[in-house]
């Protein structure tokens, strides 16, 4: 676990109390082609999923090992429910960083609505999960049918 990932977890939860719902997202957003003249390097490669793969299994793992150690809850054997968003382009600061011609073929490409999914759509389907208590083992697509192709340099 990242040094600084267990003492903050245990500081949340001494603070708050138990974890009761948990949002993990991407923390590095890049386009990295693996083959061409703008291939990324590998250590490039290595840094994103530390971050958005390793990052986020750091912060499951201690909140879960938290939660082992608690009393169940009326939902269920420890009330853990388990979904996962699954974004489109959702138009922040990371998104938003990309150059434009590849943003209008995101937007090109998406079915309906014309348009990048804004945050408080994000936001409001994070309160969904966290609201619908019947709702469990799901992904929910939030991408308005987008499907984008993978993009490379030899394109």
């Known amino acids: 676990m990242g040094r600084a990932t267990a003492p ?5 939860i001494a603070a ?3 974890v009761r719902i948990l949002i993990c997202g991407a923390g590095v957003g890049r386009i990295e082609p693996l083959i061409g003249p703008s291939a990324a390097p590998l250590a490039q490669h290595r840094n994103t999923i530390a971050v958005n793969l390793l990052g986020i299994l750091h912060v499951v793992q201690r909140v879960a090992a938290d939660l082992a150690t608690r009393p169940a809850l009326e ?10 968003i699954s974004p489109g382009p959702i138009a ?7 150059p434009a011609a590849m943003l209008d ?14 945050p408080d759509e994000l936001a409001e389907t994070v309160r969904h999960i966290g609201t619908n208590r019947f709702l469990n083992g799901s992904v929910m697509r939030l991408d ?9 340099s030899l394109n």
């Open 8 to 12: 903050a977890v245990d500081q949340a």
């Open 92 to 98: 922040t600061p990371m998104i938003l960083g990309v």
């Open 16 to 18: 708050v109390g138990p």
């Open 144 to 152: 308005g049918a987008n499907r984008v192709p993978y993009y490379s």
């Open 75 to 84: 939902e269920g054997e420890r009330g853990i429910r388990v979904n996962t």
């Open 105 to 118: 073929d995101v937007i090109r490409m998406t079915p309906l609505p014309k348009r990048m999914g804004a």
